[in-house]
């Protein structure tokens, strides 16, 4: 039972961001058939955000009016819209209508909205469902939020999606010409000189070209909807495990109640019930069993590391992956992008034999991380030259990066959330917020760097000109 419910659990956590994290590594076949184009991501970031009035109305429900809501209907509610809007898509990804005199993806960004709305809404939702299991199965649903970003990686990979490659293009090296002499007298007969003086000349360069998918986006956006009912159903099976837990610890709570009284009145003596529960640790019945609990400082603290490591690897740093890894090749960035989604679930799995909570520790390991994520981002500004480009060392380091930034933020994550469960519930819903709010300020900061000031600029491995 313990095995089947770390899947269970795992499946639930896949469902927390597996839309959106599907649709942005679809983008390369999106953009190329869509009116938008490259102007797509920046009309996604901008939808995507909008859905995180979602979470702000759950914690405002929740500080205002603490028990008016249940988070299990909203979970049924938001994974059911999910499924829909995934299967939705399958069909209507390419439908464009006639906005403002040019043709836009209507269709496509409402849909976004409605899969944020519910990866928006996981973070204020799923973790305070996680309470009522155990501590040990907490680690597991972010090994599963981490496989939210690697499947869909994993699939698009499968998919052949942005690969690319050099094309030997001829193109008029004029498309006008002044115009001459005689022709302006009107001299019909034009000399054989001006001919080849003014022939339209041609020449050729080489340009970049997306390679034809191994299957289109319809089969793409059908296995996402098939990784949502999944998680559906997980849900379905976890939230009756977690009634029947509520159920049996209540009745083992009143079974101890009252053999303790009969035992005060057999020897006048008090005694104090004990409990264990599912991780055989002793429940608060007695002072002390219990770990001590972090201060007001001390969750100032984590809350304000759980926003910061959030806005790195949700909102910063995301923006800006292109530009930082394709410089030094498409195998550079394809191992960057799927190494660094492993390495969360990995972070995930090691944080299960080696759980450091200590705060200094933490810290350190998130400060750590922010230097990968540093190192990153300061190739992303070099761009299309960074260090080392077209060296294999350069290549190697970028991948490592990447890896090293993803895995050392995801064991922290993972840590500060097992702390705040041990807390309380509302400790992890604000969390949650922490988590939303993090990576909206990450977000709101890159977009105008990207797209409006335009800091970044994006390589063309078919045109490389930099100096040796």
């Known amino acids: 039972m313990a095995l089947l419910t770390h899947l269970l659990v795992c499946t639930f956590g896949t469902g927390s961001w597996v839309a959106i994290n599907g649709l942005w590594v679809e983008l390369p076949l999106l953009v190329a058939e869509l009116p938008e184009g490259w102007l797509l991501p920046s009309y996604l970031a901008v939808v995507i955000q909008l859905a995180n009035v979602a979470p702000l109305l759950i914690t405002a429900l929740h500080h205002f009016r603490p028990g008016c809501l249940s988070e299990v209907p909203v979970i049924f509610t938001v994974l059911g819209v999910g499924t829909v809007a995934c299967a939705l898509f399958a069909f209507l990804w390419r439908t464009t209508s006639w906005v403002l005199g040019a043709r836009h993806s209507v269709a496509l960004l409402v849909l976004t909205f409605f899969l944020a709305l519910v990866d928006c809404t996981s ?206 090749g498409p195998v550079a960035y394809h191992l960057s992008a799927t190494l660094s989604s492993m390495a969360n679930p990995l972070a995930c799995f090691i944080s299960m034999y080696l759980p450091y909570r200590s705060l200094l520790f933490l810290g350190g390991l998130a400060m750590l991380g922010t230097s990968f994520g540093a190192y990153n981002l300061a190739m992303a500004v070099m761009s299309p030259c960074p260090l080392l480009q077209g060296h294999w060392g350069g290549e190697v380091l970028i991948v490592a990066s990447w890896v090293l930034f993803n895995g050392c933020l995801s064991y922290v994550k993972v840590m500060l959330g097992v702390i705040l469960r041990d807390r309380s519930r509302s400790a992890l819903l604000w969390c949650g917020a922490a988590v939303q709010l993090g990576s909206l300020l990450g977000a709101l900061i890159m977009f105008p760097l990207v797209n409006v000031l335009r800091l970044f600029s994006s390589a063309d491995l078919c045109n490389l000109q930099c100096p040796a």
């Open 123 to 328: 973070s204020v939702t799923f973790l305070p469902f996680m309470n009522r299991l155990p501590s040990r199965y907490l680690t597991t649903y972010f090994v599963g939020e981490g496989l939210s970003g690697f499947l869909p990686a994993l699939v698009a990979l499968a998919q052949g999606s942005g690969l690319t490659t050099c094309v030997n293009v001829t193109t008029p090296a004029s498309t006008s010409r002044p115009e001459t002499t005689w022709e302006k007298s009107g001299v019909s007969q034009v000399p054989p000189h001006a001919l080849t003086s003014h022939a339209a000349l041609t020449g050729s360069s080489m340009e970049s070209r997306y390679l034809p998918a191994h299957f289109p986006p319809f089969i793409f956006f059908l296995l996402l909807t098939v990784m949502m009912v999944c998680c559906l159903v997980a849900f379905f099976f976890l939230q009756h495990q977690s009634r029947r837990r509520e159920n049996s610890t209540q009745d083992l709570f009143t079974s101890q109640v009252t053999l303790s009284s009969i035992r005060l009145r057999e020897d006048g003596a008090p005694s104090i019930p004990s409990l264990v529960d599912d991780d055989g640790r002793k429940s608060p019945g007695t002072p002390g069993e219990k770990a001590p609990s972090p201060g007001p400082l001390q969750l100032a603290i984590i809350y304000v590391l759980v926003a910061f490591v959030n806005a790195l690897t949700n909102g910063v740093l995301p923006s800006v992956q292109t530009y930082s890894c394709l410089s030094y």
